[in-house]
């Protein structure tokens, strides 16, 4: 299984499987690797110990940032994350980025956003919508009111890392790419569109 794998000069972590939406563009519904990896359906959720063996099989001259993303939303095991950011900033001195859905705070059933000083510099937080019934369509989550506790997160977690970005996908129309730009702004975050894989 596929704990670590390259992409675009990044070092990606692959930690769960797990996620509480299921999104329609969902790159996990489509093919079981992305970027050349091996499958990113893991056979078991990967220890500390076993992660941080894996990163003994990379040169961290091969790689820019760490990357927590994989097939899986990284902060069902938060924990994991926190331990193994702190881990790779301390031995290796690189820029830690989370690619996430921002419902952390819902998944973990408390406010999350302390947990990530020290141990994340950079949050990507998929917005996806402009408004909370298209969010709804689209990532169809486990939750009613995973909009707004998504938008919380994302202006609640600026204190406790260097950068927060709020992404969206190309597919989206124009005028919903900027009514997602004007949320970002509202928040006084970053905004990115990103392609869709
Ligand atoms: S949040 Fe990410 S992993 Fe979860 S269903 Fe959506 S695209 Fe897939």
Known sequence: MTILYLVKGNLYVNI???CPCSCTFCIRNEAPGVYGSDSL?????????????????????????????????????????CEI??????????????????LCNLINQKPCEPMFEGAVDIVSVSLNAPDKDEYNRITRPKWDNSFEELLLFTKNV?????????????????????????????????????KLD
Request: with cysteine.
């Open 158 to 194: 600026k204190p406790y890392v260097k950068k927060v970005v709020l992404t969206v996908v190309d597919v989206l129309k124009p005028d919903e790419i900027e009514q997602c730009r004007a949320i970002a702004e509202e928040l006084g975050v970053d905004f990115r569109v990103r």
């Open 85 to 102: 950011g702190k881990y790779v900033k301390s031995k290796f001195g690189k820029t830690v980025r989370i690619n996430t859905n921002g």
């Open 41 to 81: 359906w893991l056979e078991h959720e990967p220890s500390i110990d076993e992660i941080k063996s894996e990163f003994d099989r990379f040169d961290p001259e091969s790689y820019g940032e760490i990357v927590f993303c994989g097939y899986g939303e990284p902060t069902e095991r938060l924990d994991v994350v």
């Open 16 to 18: 769960t499987n797990r």
